[in-house]
């Protein structure tokens, strides 16, 4: 549907399916999640999930995330309508927590901005305890994952809970006007639900002394063994990013000057950064440049590794803007020639190795 500033909602590109939905003025941001909503199953199932909106700068992409920002005054059923997919996702992840109330699970909230190629906690506090965003590093772990050191997060209980905190940081996201936009996003947003869950039936491993079946030892068996204490294992954590990027920009076509220039070269370069990686992923080179730039270091998980993600294309229906558009085109056309590998599900269930005698 319409964007807020006039862009249109584009094409809907699912990297692991290969699949393509293209979505017109007429449709409702109902419509547009539909697509998204099955993979939001698959959170609580052990699996990862990305979903980011890519195109040029006024073409939809916050209105397509996060809804329009102008409704206070509006009915809850107009607001409702209205909402993007960062609020409506997180309804339905915790929907579908309130349906497994036999199992444990939390919800953590984390939102980062990447801002001329340097990661911000949004969520940060300064030394008296109020707002201010920090500047954080991106570091590989042993284990080959992206991690932001020390990034804050913060414990919700519901959508609502956490599209307050989302809210109140929004304020904190670098914006300029441009002479196509006249709040423009200077800034890629990440938003990051993470899920710690721990089935009911985890494995325990060990006996308390109430629970061990030998009383007495006699002589001719060996002593019951010393109590052990239980052990239960960790949960499983599984992460929701929600991903709004950046417009690309035509610095001819957007007027900006001065420091604004800066901000224009570190937005397209890290989203050419982003095609990049794209493309080696799609033609299977040995060396994919996540490192090229902090967003695709930052997303490195996301785009290569085995997390389902889905890409929602943005373009401007308008005539003036057609390079642009097919510009976003052909960063969606690498984007469906990426096969990616199955998915593998997290688990928390310990193997234990019987010891031979």
């Not at 992460?239 to 690309?248: E, F, H, I, R, W």
């Not at 052909?330 to 984007?335: E, I, L, N, P």
Request: with cysteine; aromatic share 4%; hydrophobic share 30%.
């Amino acid at each position: 549907s319409e964007g807020r500033y006039g862009g249109m909602r584009g094409g809907c590109y699912s990297l692991r399916c290969v699949s393509l939905r293209v979505y017109g003025p007429e449709d409702s941001q109902d419509t547009v999640f539909k697509e998204v909503k099955p993979l939001l199953t698959s959170l609580l199932d052990g699996y990862n999930v990305c979903i980011m909106a890519y195109g040029q700068t006024g073409s939809g992409k916050t209105h397509t995330m996060l809804g329009s920002q102008q409704l206070e005054e509006s009915s809850r059923m107009q607001q409702e309508a209205q909402q993007g997919i960062i609020p409506k996702a997180a309804a339905e992840l915790f929907r579908l927590i309130s349906e497994k109330p036999a199992e444990n699970h939390t919800v953590e909230v984390s939102v980062i901005e990447v801002y001329n190629n340097e990661v911000f906690d949004l969520l940060a506090k300064d030394g008296q305890g109020n707002g201010a965003s920090q500047r954080r590093d991106v570091i590989t772990t042993s284990s080959g994952s992206s991690q932001v050191t020390c990034l804050t997060h913060e414990p919700v209980c519901s959508a609502a809970e956490a599209m307050q905190i989302i809210s109140r940081v929004l304020k904190r996201r670098v914006h300029c006007p441009t002479l196509i936009h006249t709040d423009s996003s200077r800034s890629h947003l990440v938003v990051t639900l993470t899920i710690s869950s721990k089935s009911p039936n985890a494995l325990a491993l060990g006996e308390t002394a109430a629970s061990s079946p030998c009383a007495s030892p006699s002589p001719s068996h060996s002593p019951c063994p010393s109590p052990r204490r239980s052990i239960s294992p960790a949960p499983f954590r599984t992460k929701l990013q929600l991903v709004d990027l950046a417009g690309s920009e035509c610095v001819g076509m957007s007027g900006v000057s001065g420091a604004a220039l800066w901000e224009v070269s570190c937005i397209n370069r890290s989203l050419s950064s982003l095609s990049d990686v794209l493309g080696a992923l799609a033609e299977h080179r040995p060396h994919v440049p996540y490192r090229n730039s902090k967003l695709t270091h930052l997303l490195q998980d996301a785009i290569g590794g085995d997390a389902k993600l889905l890409v929602m294309l943005c373009v401007s229906p308008t005539q003036r803007f057609i390079t642009e558009s097919l510009q976003s085109l052909g960063f969606g056309t690498r984007a469906r020639q990426v096969q990616k590998e199955q998915p593998r599900r997290k688990s928390n269930t310990l193997k234990v190795k019987r010891r031979e005698r």
